[in-house]
């Protein structure tokens, strides 16, 4: 045996933990058949050569779950009596036993942490004249010094970005450092010149006014004895948005001037830990002995829009030997009103890197860039020439046909000309490389201006621009490919949709919002998690989810809910639903409960709300209905918003449950039942002499009757159709979807195509993604699109939106075949489409327990190679098909073995299996 992969739910990095519980995970890899866990222990103490000789000290020892005769792997609770000490490494390490008994250990795990009974900084009077933050007044909040965060906020009193910096002298070199740090909107941290990580972005964005993140770093490589520096550079984010002049685009404020900053002030704190050999523990806090000047970034506008002077930069100005004695000191700010929160989710980090496939200058003065593939980017150039020298970057997704930028949504014009950043040069007489600080887009095209491609022309040379996609860190899961070349390239475009909308929250398009719309965010976790790692994530989003919640119980459609909407693109159930539905995923693909403590009360006050909406005795019908379905028409309201309804309820009762509230479970068991009664009394028709079966109406034109696929597939996926009535449902959708046209908006189209899988046709799917005209994902890529658009249109305002992406999950759990059956793949079915148009397929996903590889060979017809891989501590299905003649199992170098029936069922290994036909 040997364990693969360890870790810790909900966390990202584990450098800050701030909570006094934890729960561990495990996947293990094993060449015996034959082998299973039996037992684990895990324990966790302060000092790592305790694990080494697993002889834990005493007095060392933080927790030891003792030896736990189970199979788990995932989902075990550590919760130490007295808490975990703060500021302090903590080492952990795993022992599993095999079914002989035998041990094995995992490596030693490490993790810091914070402060996990401290949310606030201490307060610091702005009058230190008469109130200085050392009186005895604030007495009670320097007490538990051990406990307690020791920074203040610290800036210039300003809304522009501003470079940071202290210098302070080591001894010695320390064993470790960790530091601890936040800046608002977004920061960007250095140690003697160094970045102190590949984070962009940081913190990850929250309401402010009520939770704060920070991020934590190990630097101990970065500091050595003698003099050193911490550097910081600080732009606006969303928490300070700038709009930098009427001439630039800010979504927030657009058309109503909705928005309403957090704060007016950017701010920042960090606690640098340093620790030596001897146990010497101390440090170093921004306080007011910091410096701080203007940056040479002049205006950092979030929708990829910042003015960057290269003669104001202070080149070396983070470094230790940086002569910083004409900069003034830093302000003490009151900083935000939320809380201090670890930055649990992945951070934000630059991926792939895309150079241009097309080099062009339509005039002069302008170079244009295609980039080849639309994707989430920070761009980076590299130009020449003389001092002041202006240039202007602008992006695009869409181009006119000389290939200058274009926004094709007349709307937005606004986009297409208010959104660029200006460079001026500093003249060094060598090439400057500019890339944006504090901001991102989504683009396929650059638009230089101000520079030429031949020095002759008398302008600044352009050497070179690429593109550098920017996403969430969250760990790369599965890849997909088939036989068919229309197909990959679809998969290629729903891939990068889904990667250019990851950050510290999901959002549905990188450029022209930004924001957190929730709907994505479930309808789309099904298909995300074969391709990352979501968990710590969803953590992260279910606690803006918690700060947005109003008092009346009510979930916005955002979270963050950085702009108040309106009516139902405020209050829809079909977005807000995320509260509800995102525990159970996470219980459901990632096998973790830790979130459901602090989420169950806002669920059921959540449910509450709904209650005082119900019409016609528990129907919902106020909300967006199948969005996206002609755009804004409220198709399908009733059977769309009362199916989610009756789903959130089974979750809270899921919920209550898992916490042991049995009689509160019994409660919204009875809840769903009579919304099911509901449901089927209104929307289900049984006596139509018209046609040949039951079927399920909408209420949008009543009293008369409909009945499209969406009602059907609604009520067939969210198990809302009595067992009598099921075939005749299911009859009534594929007679509406015979003709393979799609007639779904973004919520209805899921369950579209679920229900097509379960009808096992796949001819209906690629037929209706292969249509000539809209709705059609297959237009998209005749007309040269690399990414899906907001809606079934040529031209969008946003090209890069992953609401329609819901396709992406029938292709893994219908083609590739894979589908998880029990709670983290556990158990997992696999079912190729046999009888399709495949003859070759090629995927894997790398589960909580280990790599899942799928391929799917067929040859003329009459033959099929299943080649799998099966990970430890799982059990797969397969699937036969009806028409096979026989069938044959091998185990890596065993002979072939027949196979009885159509199901087989295999624990962990490399099988192939051999299908006559």
Same mark, same amino acid.
């Given at each position: ?19 006094d ?43 030891d ?33 095999d079914q ?18 401290s ?47 202290k ?38 964005w ?23 520096a ?191 950043s200006?460079? %001026? ?5 060598q ?29 600044p ?32 475009? %729903? ?61 916005p ?26 525990p ?58 009362t ?7 089974q ?6 449950r ?52 969406i009602a ?36 209805? %189209? ?65 083609? %590739? ?12 079915e ?74 087989l069922?295999?624990?962990?290994g ?8």
């Amino acid at each position: 045996m040997h364990i693969s992969r360890y870790g810790i739910h909900g966390f990202h990095e584990v450098l800050g933990i701030d909570t006094d519980e934890i729960r561990f995970y495990w996947a293990i890899e094993s060449e015996d058949q034959d082998a299973t866990q039996n037992a684990y222990r895990i324990v966790v103490t302060t000092d790592a050569t305790d694990l080494e000789s697993n002889s834990p000290n005493v007095s060392k020892l933080v927790w030891d779950s003792e030896r736990v005769e189970s199979r788990e792997q995932r989902n075990i609770l550590c919760k130490p009596s007295n808490g975990f000490q703060s500021t302090t490494s903590h080492f952990w390490r795993i022992t599993v036993w095999d079914q002989n008994n035998n041990a094995y250990y995992s490596p030693i795990g490490h993790f810091f942490t914070a402060y996990p009974r401290s949310h606030l900084l201490p307060p610091y009077s702005m009058n230190q004249t008469y109130m200085p933050h050392t009186s005895l007044i604030f007495k009670s909040w320097f007490e538990n010094e051990a406990d307690r965060w020791k920074a203040v906020w610290i800036g210039d009193g300003g809304d522009k970005p501003i470079y940071l910096r202290k210098s302070f002298e080591l001894a010695r070199k320390p064993a470790r450092a960790i530091l601890f740090a936040s800046g608002l909107g977004h920061f960007n941290m250095s140690v003697n010149g160094q970045p102190a990580s590949d984070h962009r972005l940081d913190p990850g964005w929250t309401n402010y006014h009520r939770r704060v993140q920070f991020t934590s770093y190990d630097v101990s490589e970065y500091l050595d004895a003698g003099r050193n520096a911490l550097g910081v550079h600080l732009g606006n984010g969303f928490y300070a948005g700038d709009k930098g002049g009427d001439d630039r685009f800010f979504w927030p404020m657009y058309e109503d001037n909705t928005y309403v900053r957090y704060g007016n002030e950017l701010c920042f704190f960090g606690e640098l830990h340093i620790f030596y050999e001897d146990g010497k523990h101390s440090v170093l806090i921004s306080d007011p002995s910091w410096k701080v000047r203007k940056s040479a970034t002049t205006l950092a506008n979030i929708y990829a829009s910042e003015n960057h002077d290269r003669r104001l930069y202070p080149a070396g100005w983070d470094s230790a030997s940086f002569n910083d004695t004409e900069w003034a000191s830093v302000k003490p700010l009151t900083g935000p009103r939320g809380h201090l929160y670890y930055q649990t989710q992945p951070p934000v980090v630059l991926h792939e890197t895309f150079a241009p496939v097309n080099i062009h200058s339509p005039k002069k003065g302008v170079v244009c860039y295609d980039l080849g593939q639309n994707a989430s980017t920070m761009v980076k150039i590299e130009v020449e020439g003389a001092a002041g020298s202006e240039i202007i970057v602008r992006y695009s997704e869409t181009v006119k046909d000389d290939g200058t930028v274009l926004m094709p949504d007349p709307l937005f014009k606004e986009f297409e000309t208010g959104v660029f950043s200006k460079i %001026l040069l500093s003249g060094t007489g060598q090439p400057e490389i500019w890339t944006p600080d504090f901001s991102f887009t989504s683009a396929r095209y650059i638009q230089v201006e101000g520079v030429s491609l031949d020095a002759g022309d008398g302008l600044p040379v352009i050497h070179s621009a690429v593109g550098r996609h920017i996403s969430s860190a969250a760990r790369k899961l599965g890849t997909m490919t088939t036989d068919k070349d229309d197909v990959n390239s679809l998969l290629s475009a %729903l891939y990068w949709s889904f990667s250019s909308n990851l950050f510290s929250y999901h959002t549905d398009c990188p450029q022209i919002e930004k924001f957190g719309w929730l709907e994505v965010t479930h309808l789309l976790a099904p298909a995300t998690q074969y391709i990352r790692d979501m968990e710590s994530l969803y953590t992260k989003i279910l606690d803006d989810i918690l700060d947005s919640q109003e008092p009346s119980g009510l979930v916005p459609t955002m979270a963050p809910e950085i702009r108040y909407m309106c009516g139902p693109l405020h209050d829809t159930i079909t977005w807000g639903c995320a509260l509800c539905l995102l525990p159970d995923i996470l219980r459901q693909y990632y096998g973790s409960t830790h979130v459901i403590p602090k989420v169950y009360p806002a669920a059921v006050r959540y449910m509450e709300y709904m209650h005082t909406k119900e019409r016609k005795g528990g129907l919902i019908e106020h909300g967006l209905g199948d969005w996206g379905r002609g755009i804004a028409f409220g198709n399908n309201q009733a059977n769309i918003e009362t199916a989610v309804y009756y789903r959130c309820l089974q979750c809270v009762e899921m919920m209550a449950r898992e916490l042991g509230k049995r009689e509160e479970a019994e409660r919204f068991k009875q809840w769903s039942a009579r919304i099911y009664d509901t449901y089927n009394h209104h929307l289900l028709v049984t006596d139509d002499p018209s046609r040949p079966y039951a079927y399920y109406t909408s209420l949008d034109n009543y009293p008369e009757r409909d009945r499209d696929a969406i009602a059907q597939a609604m009520a067939l996926q969210f198990g809302l159709v009595p067992a009598k009535h099921h075939s005749d449902v299911m009859a009534a959708f594929l007679d509406d979807v015979a003709d393979g046209k799609i007639r779904a908006g973004e919520i209805g %189209l899921r369950f579209l195509f679920n229900t097509l899988a379960d009808a096992k046709r796949p001819d209906l799917v690629l037929q209706m993604a292969r249509q000539e005209e809209h709705p059609s994902y297959m237009r998209f890529l005749r007309r040269g699109e690399t990414t899906l658009l907001e809606f079934w249109q040529d031209e969008c305002r946003s090209k890069c939106h992953d609401m329609l992406g819901t396709i992406y999950e029938w292709f893994y759990a219908a083609v %590739l075949g894979l589908k998880p059956i029990s709670e983290a793949y556990r158990t997992f079915e696999v079912d190729p489409p046999y009888e399709s148009e495949f003859n070759h397929v090629k995927g894997s996903v790398d589960s909580p327990y280990g790599l899942i590889a799928i391929e799917f060979t067929r040859t003329e017809d009459i033959s099929i190679e299943l080649d799998l891989q099966v990970p430890f501590g799982t059990t797969a299905t397969v699937k036969l098909p009806l028409n096979m003649k026989q069938a044959e199992v091998g185990f890596g170098k065993e002979e072939r073995k027949f196979i009885d029936g159509r199901e087989l069922e295999l624990g962990h290994g490399l099988y192939a299996i051999f299908i006559q036909l």
